[in-house]
């Protein structure tokens, strides 16, 4: 079974409209080498490798109650997947991860009496799945936003929510965490003066040369750094924090008195 997300929360669960997924099928990923030819030298040098886009086949069976309600149903296919704006594709074999396509060919639905089937190409431009939960979600089977696969550690304890000088952030992606790219919001509450943020594991230093009181709030969200709202990013490094898969070790400097430091992400998926 196949569901749709829309950017605005609508799901629709194809299985509902008598949609049936005979296969989803997820290309391998796709790299895009960049190199460079040099006089005189045999080969190429090898600059750069980036993740391409990928492709997902879906082929579908509907099925209409009866010979007439087929192009209505048919209709309301069309209005599922027409969208301008990219959406998600979920495989409910795998309902903790989602992918964001669009829509890339045009596509026909053959009629069989009140059958029909039909295929449909959609492009991830990301060209990796991302989890539906955040970190800042419970790690709780419960929460229906997670599943087996995942990368979870089981048997440690994902916490994202810190309040010591020294602790660990786990990643439980396929790839990096990088702001410039990906959502990342960490934000940090206490009293400081010339807070560091430091993660040792990738060798990432974020430094605010100013103070906060007790209260303060200070937020790193993607490339833009706030201090109770305000842009305080004159005042930084101009430098930015990743999370690389698996665990990633942090030091804070500057803090002074007690404080909280969150990080509220997602992980993603080849």
């Not at 495989?91 to 596509?107: L, N, S, T």
């Not at 431009?125 to 991302?130: I, L, R, T």
């Not at 994902?158 to 959502?183: E, W």
């Not at 009293?191 to 974020?206: C, F, V």
């Amino acid at each position: 079974m196949t569901y749709i997300q829309r950017k605005d929360g609508t799901i629709y669960d194809l299985e509902q409209y008598g949609i049936r997924t005979k296969d989803f099928i997820v290309s391998a990923p796709s790299l895009r080498h960049v190199t460079e030819e040099i006089e005189g030298r045999d080969g190429v040098v090898d600059i750069e490798t980036t993740e391409g886009a990928r492709e997902i086949t879906c082929l579908f069976k509907m099925r209409s109650v009866d010979m007439a309600d087929f192009p209505l149903l048919r209709n309301e296919i069309f209005r599922i997947l027409r969208s301008k704006e990219a959406f998600y594709l979920i495989d409910r074999r795998e309902p903790g991860k989602r992918w964001e396509v669009k829509c890339q060919d045009a596509y026909d639905i053959e009629q069989r009496f009140v059958h029909g089937d039909f295929t449909v190409t959609f492009v991830c431009h990301k060209g990796y799945a991302e989890s539906i939960g955040t970190t800042l979600d419970p790690f709780t089977f419960d929460a229906e936003l997670w599943q087996i696969g995942q990368g979870l550690a089981v048997d440690d304890d994902m916490i994202y929510t810190h309040s010591t000088p020294s602790f660990k952030i786990y990643n439980a992606g396929d790839i990096t965490v990088d702001p410039r790219v990906l959502p990342l919001k960490i934000t940090f509450t206490g009293a400081s003066t010339n807070l560091t943020i430091m993660n040792t594991t990738t060798g990432d230093t974020w430094q605010y040369t100013g103070t906060t009181q007790t209260g303060d709030t200070i937020t790193l969200d993607g490339i833009r750094s706030f201090k109770n709202g305000l842009s305080i990013f004159g005042n930084t490094n101009r430098k930015l924090i990743t999370i690389a898969p698996g665990w990633n070790n942090f030091t804070i400097t500057g803090a002074s008195g007690s404080f909280t430091i969150s990080f509220d992400f997602r992980f993603y998926y080849i």
